[in-house]
């Protein structure tokens, strides 16, 4: 199998947007599913499909998940040629909305038959945007927990520092959100692909959405000046505080320009793994633009739930979150049940440790023989 072959989808209206502004500058070509054509006619880079057309006439689906997932499943063709040779396939899409919903649910499932690893972002709605895009959009949580796919959902209130700016304008708080989530995706793809001084092994991003399941979480910081590498670890570590202390395993990207430190590299770590538990498996990368850049940017995937490099399945203790996060996270709890190591046993695990693997093996302590 070829490793190197992720491919990058972005569904309905958010989306489709998203994964376009992440191709800008960029060698890949994302795909853009849409049952509205007006809407996809807008974009700059993406290979474009439009679905449904019987049904939606070319139009978007006024919120209905239910026929945009019907209209993704007839339309079994277009999705089989997106993941056809994909090692690995990112689905991004706006939670709350119809079309967007609906055809990442299918494409996951389909991706699911398929035995193809799934990674899913989708942003929740703005806390202005009403009751009844949150119902949607809790709706739309309950339908990708089942695909098999993990999943962030990603706050677009968050993601633009709605709190910290109150007087924001709508479009400005939507292009805010929409570039950096942007910025994160395309920055976590081109770890993989292009190697700046440290890479992540297609493969070992690959293995590591393999090992782990249900909900995992994101998060992106930028800063610049004197104390940017501090200031990125600090602002990610507060976007992430809850998830930090429960994570089993974690992918993490630098980007920065040429004159990125190796000093600022060995900040952004120690700031993150003083924040995990011992044990914690962490992946890092950096992205070397070539050219000055004041500007770094720490970009983070948490995996809560993974199977450890001795085929145990682990999970960390509920917590912390936002509501949207919290309800995704108890249905998913009572869905399943994660087994311990022996037999009729629940996971038994603490500060992020496998309790019911020896203390020694999972130290990777050696102990000579005693005659
Ligand atoms: N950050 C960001 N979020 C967006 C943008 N457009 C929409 N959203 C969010 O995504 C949610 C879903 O909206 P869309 O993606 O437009 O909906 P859709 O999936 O196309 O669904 P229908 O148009 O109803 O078929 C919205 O409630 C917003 O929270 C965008 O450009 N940027
Ligand atoms: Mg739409």
Redesign the pocket.
Known sequence: MKYDSFKIVG?????S??VDAAAENSDFIPYAI???LH?LSSLKCSETICIGSNRFSGI?????MAS?QMAADEDTEALARIISDASLLFIV?????????GIAVSLANAAHKASIPTVIFG????SF?GVE?DRRASKAIYAVQKTGAVYAICP?DE??GTESNPTIKFSE???I??RK?AEGISMLRNIAMHPGYIRIDPAAIVSTVKKSSGQFFFGTASAYGADRANEAAQNLKKGLSAALPQTGAALIGICGGDDLRLSEIATVMAGITSAVSHGTEIKMGTVVSGKENTQITVSAMLFRSWKDSLGGIAECQEGGGTTIDAAARSAHAAQHMIPGRFNGTRSAVAGGEQLDIPTYIRRGIHIDSVR
Do not use: Q
């Open positions: 569904t309905g209206g958010a989306g947007r998203i849409d049952t509205d809407a978007g689906t006024n919120g209905d945009a899409f706006g939670l709350g909305g119809g079309a967007g919903s942003l929740s709605p703005f945007e895009r677009n993601l633009c708080a939507m292009n959100a929409g989530m």
